[in-house]
């Protein structure tokens, strides 16, 4: 297969690209990314040079480059968006234009080019908070909280009516918290990792009692990768890690690992809305597509510990801004990028 895939140059999208090219020896990636922010090109050293790859800078929202793009390739793998609900919360505008906008661009192409497959990655905050009891299901209502899981659900809606207004090859897939190689340092598990290894303490919002379901980036793309090729149109697929954690439970695990103790933690103001606690139940996607996540979390932890100590310099090349530099020296300053804002600090009161 030919694979558009937007926001490769993101987390999730970096991770799956690796894994679409290691496992799939004839397959070919075109990478769609606008480089916000939360996109480097550092990511593709390791592929840059594989004839089966190719890097295309631009928007998802821009209607003629995705409709020329979409005309080459079999499938789109629907990986773009703006993601930390914080900044979400701080500015939404970005939120709505690229996660619910940019989703009909992709799908309008899809549809006037012979109906290409797409594949669009959704979150499992679309369905809320869960209180101590309950579990997402692919049939669970919509009920987002955030402007971020507004912006997400928004997207899954537009990707359902065109599987029921105009009959396109769809699917979707609603992931809980993924953590992992290449995950941009302002998200939880990465910036805890990297403030302890610069020597800083961590931030816990609220009273840490939080939970979150986590599951291992790869185990996230293999399952990304299988509702793709094996998944029925107009079908939801929940994936997730049944791996249920307080944020204070791993926030010690962390610490542990790292040799540090309690004293690094420093309890700062909540977040405003914040989800108290999601889980997922992956039966679906276990007996329909066969897919299983299959990292247990220490192992997991310990791995993505390990290569943000072993890749020193990705990470702080993000922290003092220097990674905008490589890809402005490489494709120059446009009106979509720009120095990386400030991390939303303010909505917690303080920095740290
Ligand atoms: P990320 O923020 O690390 O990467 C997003 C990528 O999208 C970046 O490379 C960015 O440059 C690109 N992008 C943003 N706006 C764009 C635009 N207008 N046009 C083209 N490219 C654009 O995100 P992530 O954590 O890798 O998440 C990827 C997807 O997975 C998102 O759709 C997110 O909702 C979903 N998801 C993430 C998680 C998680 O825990 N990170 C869990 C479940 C689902
Ligand atoms: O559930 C899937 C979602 O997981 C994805 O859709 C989002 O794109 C992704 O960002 C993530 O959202 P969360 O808000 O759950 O992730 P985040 O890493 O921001 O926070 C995880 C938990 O840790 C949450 O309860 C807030 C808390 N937290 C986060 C940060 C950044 C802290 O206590 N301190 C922090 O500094």
Redesign the pocket.
Same mark, same amino acid.
């Given at each position: 297969m030919k694979l558009l895939v937007t926001g490769g140059a993101g987390f999730i999208g970096t991770n799956y690209i690796h894994y679409v090219l290691d496992t799939h020896p004839t397959d070919e990636v075109v990478v769609l990314d606008a480089l916000t922010y939360a996109g480097n090109i550092e990511n593709f050293q390791r592929i840059e040079h594989n004839p089966r790859f190719r890097f295309v800078k631009g928007d998802i929202c821009d209607a003629a480059l995705v409709d020329k793009l979409v005309q080459q390739v079999d499938a789109v793998v629907h990986i773009a968006a703006e @993601? *930390?609900? $914080?900044r979400s919360i701080h500015n939404a505008d970005d939120f709505v234009r690229t996660n619910v906008l940019g989703t009909q661009v992709l799908l309008d192409a899809c549809r006037k080019h012979f109906n290409k497959r797409f594949h669009h990655v959704s @979150? $499992? =905050?679309v369905f809320g908070s869960l209180g101590r009891t309950g579990i997402f299901r692919e049939n669970t209502p919509y009920e987002p909280r955030s402007p #971020?899981?507004a912006s &997400?659900a928004g997207a899954d809606h537009l990707v359902s009516a065109a599987f029921h207004t105009h009959g396109q090859a769809v699917t979707i897939s609603n992931? @809980?918290?993924?953590y992992g190689p290449y995950c941009f340092p =302002? &998200?939880?598990?990465p910036?805890f990792i990297t403030n302890l290894l610069e020597g800083k303490k961590?931030?816990? #919002? /609220?009273d /840490?009692m939080?939970i979150?379901d986590w599951i291992y980036v790869a185990d996230h793309c293999k399952g990304i990768d299988v509702a793709l090729r094996k998944g029925r149109n107009g079908e939801t697929y929940c994936f997730g890690g049944r791996n249920e954690r307080s944020?204070t439970e791993v926030a010690q695990m962390i610490l542990f690992e790292m040799g540090y103790g309690q004293e690094m933690i420093q309890t700062?103001r909540d977040?405003p809305g *914040? $989800?108290r606690r #999601?889980a997922i139940d992956p039966e679906k996607a276990e007996t329909e597509l066969g897919w299983a996540a299959e990292t247990p979390f220490l192992h997991g932890l310990r791995k993505t510990i390990e290569w943000y100590k072993t890749n020193t310099s990705w990470w702080k090349r993000i922290k003092n801004g220097e990674y905008r530099e490589y890809y402005e020296k490489q494709y120059g300053v446009n009106g979509i990028t720009g120095p990386a804002p400030e991390r939303p600090f303010d909505i917690r009161g303080e920095k740290t």
């Open positions: @993601t *930390h609900v $914080d @979150t $499992d =905050e #971020y899981s &997400k992931c @809980t918290n993924n =302002e &998200k939880f598990i910036l961590v931030p816990l #919002y /609220g /840490g939080n979150r944020n700062v977040r *914040h $989800d #999601y």
